[in-house]
């Protein structure tokens, strides 16, 4: 696994061992940010249920300005923290702008926003049952009002989120396969 795009294109990402991430194929990232185009330049962004941080180290890599990866796992965290040292080296943005936060996500605070864009990797199994409370209470107060959400999940899944539209479905349909949904208010 590697960033894809941008200015730290090609650094590998390290991820720990064990079932505790999930990492985003490269194959799905590059669909996700060539979609995205030129709305990731000098945005803010968020990744929430990091795991490794790729989707918002490829942001970075990319060029936005800047942001914060969300992860629970104290483990992960230490695997994404090297992932963003060595992201930054490249991408000559200042450290400062990007925050590692070990936290759960619903503890995430509206003074970190707000995001132009936040990215969702979240565990599969808890999909359904949590991601429309965290939509309602907290994706609505860190997300610009034009601000783009984008949930990775798997294929056969579709989600009805109150008040938001589901813009735009990147992947393959399938159980097992990996899509990207993008969610704007609506």
Same mark, same amino acid.
């Given at each position: 696994?590697? =960033? ?8 590998? $990402? ?25 709305? =990731? ?5 968020? /990744? ?35 992932? $963003? ?20 996500? /619903?503890?995430?605070? *509206? ?5 132009? =864009? ?27 009002? /034009? ?11 579709? =989600?009805? $989120? ?12 399938? *159980? /097992? *396969? ?9």
């Amino acid at each position: 696994m590697r =960033i894809t795009g941008g200015a730290a294109r090609g650094i590998p $990402l390290t991820a720990p061992k064990g079932r505790d991430t999930r990492p985003a194929t490269d194959q799905l990232r590059e669909a996700v940010f060539s979609s995205l185009g030129s709305r =990731i330049e000098g945005a803010r962004v968020a /990744d929430l249920f990091a795991g490794t941080g790729a989707y918002g180290l490829e942001a970075m890599s990319r060029g936005a300005a800047s942001g914060c990866f969300v992860e629970n796992s104290r483990e992960v965290v230490a695997c994404l923290k090297k992932n $963003l040292a060595a992201a930054l080296k490249s991408c000559g943005t200042k450290p400062s702008d990007w925050h590692v936060l070990a936290q759960k996500v /619903d503890r995430v605070s *509206k003074n970190l926003g707000p995001f132009e =864009i936040v990215f969702m990797d979240p565990p599969y199994a808890m999909i359904e049952e949590s991601i429309p409370g965290i939509f309602v209470q907290h994706i609505a107060e860190i997300l610009t009002p /034009d601000g783009l959400a984008c949930i990775e999940m798997p294929g056969n899944l579709e =989600i009805n $989120l109150p008040g938001w539209a589901a813009k735009r479905r990147l992947g393959k349909a399938g *159980k /097992d *396969k990996p899509t990207m949904v993008f969610y704007e208010r609506g």
